[in-house]
Nanobody, 114 residues
Framework: QVQLVESGGGLVQGGGSLRLSCAAS????????MGWYRQAPGKQRELVARITDTGSTNYADSVKGRFTISRDNAKNTVYLEMNSLSPEDTAVYYC????????WGRGTQVTVSS
């Protein structure tokens, strides 16, 4: 059974930083592009960062220059380093393949206060 477990969220002041982790079990994800998605209240889930199996990265314009996605294939884990956080980044953050085809995990809540 494939499982995605996100962690590392929390409450942070504007301008602060967080590092999210996503551990995958039941799948060898080294051959897949992985991404971090987020869903803010009342909004659709959106892809904010993507990393290919070869390590190339892409970012949504809203997070470019502030967020960094990375992966450790030996640990089946993908990370999201988030800096210069703003209240607009408040959302539940999820990881999945890109495109998303695995069952979604529970996500991790990120709340940024002004």
């Amino acid at each position: 059974q494939v499982q995605l477990v996100e962690s590392g969220g929390g409450l942070v002041q504007g301008g602060g930083s967080l590092r999210l982790s996503c551990a995958a079990s039941g799948i060898i994800f080294s051959g897949y592009a992985m991404g971090w998605y987020r869903q803010a209240p009342g909004k659709q889930r959106e892809l904010v960062a993507r990393i290919t199996d070869t390590g190339s990265t892409n970012y949504a314009d809203s997070v470019k220059g502030r967020f960094t996605i990375s992966r450790d294939n030996a640990k089946n884990t993908v990370y999201l380093e988030m800096n210069s956080l703003s209240p607009e980044d408040t959302a539940v953050y999820y990881c999945n393949t890109v495109p998303a085809w695995l069952d979604w995990g529970r996500g991790t809540q990120v709340t940024v206060s002004s």
